[in-house]
């Protein structure tokens, strides 16, 4: 299920589990304490809307990241990843200088964060084994810090709630990391449940599970593999943009705004805020269509709202990238597709593509050979579920 297969999850017994456990031993001599796994996300719906106090709709998936934690007394935190090169060494008392850059940002993040909320961590040795592709716009980053935070603080035998523990590591990514993102993330990354998409109202934190009654349909990731340039500083160049389109128009945030009135009041702002503010508020009436449309099991009428839900980001929000638009092109051009839409952050990273389930393996050939011969980038596609979300093992 996979044009590359170098990635292909393990069946059975966990293996990134396994190899968690001994990446730690082989690096640092310890056995592992504690370990958690987190995975990470898929937005359906609901694109850029959670920063704006909207709804999202989204699975947690598959590919999932899985932290080992052996504690410390000495206030070191030395850490290894299979995916990055270079281990992280650093004090637990040098975290308030921020961050440098370094992989091990979110980690020292969340052990910041952790601290600051009076968790006991007076040091680890920590090994990292992830299969959620890095900057992909699957959520990679919520994933490990998830995974670092639950395994940490069950470590350090610190209760704290499901719904604390993600506000936390979105602080860490706001506040340490310095990117500004939503509450997406971290939510889908806890609440994620096997066979259902959590639906979220990120003013509220109200959320309801959705039966996805789609035996017909499969969810594929399609990874342009394309690195995403500069994309923190354009995300909060859009997270500014809308926050400056609410507070010209008098609302607490887009959410409070439907297309009628945007429209109506459209001279208030430039062009470039009204179609930002255009995307969001679209956007957040698309999310309550598309649920319903999944509940029904109408799978045509979902590709039809992931579709427009692309347009709306390539023309009004201007986050696509020519690699997204030729997978995109290439997915909808083989056989068997509902719709497809790029997914997070956007200039870069996946497209998601809606596909009938008889065809998976074929689409998946097909794409990936069009893609590569149109961009000369080999991708990486596979097609995922929706999974349980973060848990201590
Ligand atoms: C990134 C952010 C999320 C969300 C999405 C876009 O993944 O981390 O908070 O804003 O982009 O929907």
Known sequence: MLYNRSNAPGAGADPR???ARELLRSTYGVGAQTVARAPGRLELFGAHTDYNEGY???IAIRQAAVAAVSSRADGMVRAVSDQESGPANFSVDELDAGADGQWWDYLAGVIKLLREHGCQIGGAD????????????????????LAYALALAAAAEFEIGAEELALLCQRAENEYVGMRCGILDQFSSTFGQAGRAMWLDCRTLERRAVPITADRAQFVVCDTRKPRELVGSAYNERRGQCEEAA??????ALRDLDTATLERR?????????RRARHVVSENERVHEGVSLLEAGEMVGVGDVINRTHESLRDDYEVSC??????????????????????????????MALVDASGVEEFIAQVGARYEAATGLVPR?????????????
């Open 17 to 19: 589990v396994t190899r």
């Open 56 to 58: 999202v709709a989204s």
């Open 126 to 145: 920590v090994a990292l084994v992830s299969d959620v592709p890095v900057g992909s716009g699957v959520s990679s980053s919520a994933a490990v810090e």
């Open 247 to 252: 507070r010209l128009l008098g609302v607490g």
């Open 266 to 274: 459209a001279s208030e702002l430039n062009g470039t805020l009204l």
């Open 322 to 351: 020519p690699e997204l638009e030729a997978m995109r092109a290439a997915a909808l051009d083989a056989p068997g597709c509902y719709g497809a839409r790029l997914v997070g952050a956007g200039f870069g990273g996946c497209v």
């Open 381 to 393: 596609i596979f097609a995922t579920q929706a999974c349980d979300g973060a848990g201590v093992l």
